[in-house]
């Protein structure tokens, strides 16, 4: 019952995202854990903002192996390391909003640096505008397993936290709970447009 109640959630989420135009053109992908050994992962091809309970599929955690046959995200890889990982993840959201896709390729270092954003108290454990949020960058890669081993060598040496941007592509964000993970996302991608803005008027 608790997981069916998440997946209402996550679905609602979905259909808020699309209504966000954060995943055009069937872009995106959001996962669900489903027990310990096994995540509902989107389907390949099918629009975010009108997607049912039948387009996620069950797939392997430790394997990416999907019993069904059908093709889930090509991103998968990502989503499951996130759940082999960190083992309190319970959905995974992967948007490709244009602030998110934008300021991963005008921030030119392995990290965005977010401070003195009230905002950022959306943040799981984040108290004070004053502390320094760093969301990691990683550069695009279609080969997603080597993406994943680049993301898996970063989580080696510290934790990630909320979420990371793949330059010129996305935004990956999660949370203990779809509740969590839809915050993050929403608080991520105001910090994001506050970012961009400042930046903007700082040229100016």
């Known amino acids: 019952m608790a997981e069916q109640t998440q997946l209402e959630a996550l679905l609602s989420a979905c259909h808020w995202i699309g ?20 995540a509902l992962v989107s389907e390949s091809g099918k629009d975010k903002g009108s997607l049912t309970a039948e387009d996620f599929l069950s797939v392997d955690i430790a394997t990416n192996h999907v019993p069904s046959g059908r093709t889930p995200s090509a991103e998968t890889g990502l989503h499951t390391l996130l759940y082999r990982l960190y083992p309190d993840v319970t959905a995974v959201l992967h948007t490709h909003s244009v602030n998110a896709t ?16 009230e905002m950022q108290k959306s943040l799981s454990g984040q108290k004070s505008h004053l502390d320094t949020v760093v969301i990691p960058i990683f550069d695009n890669d279609q080969d997603i397993s080597a ?6 060598a970063r989580a080696g040496l510290a934790s990630l936290r909320y979420g990371f941007l793949v330059r010129g592509h996305g935004l990956y964000c999660w949370g203990n709970s779809v509740a969590e993970a839809r915050r993050h996302l929403e608080g991520l991608e ?11 008027l700082e040229v100016k």
């Open 147 to 152: 993406l994943a081993e680049r993301v898996a």
């Open 19 to 38: 209504g966000k135009g954060w995943c055009p053109a069937t872009g995106g992908n959001m996962s669900l854990r489903a027990g310990s050994e096994y």
């Open 102 to 117: 934008v300021l991963s390729r005008v921030e030119k270092s392995d990290g965005l640096v977010l401070q003195g954003y």
């Open 190 to 200: 105001f910090l994001f447009q506050c970012e961009l803005q400042r930046r903007l």
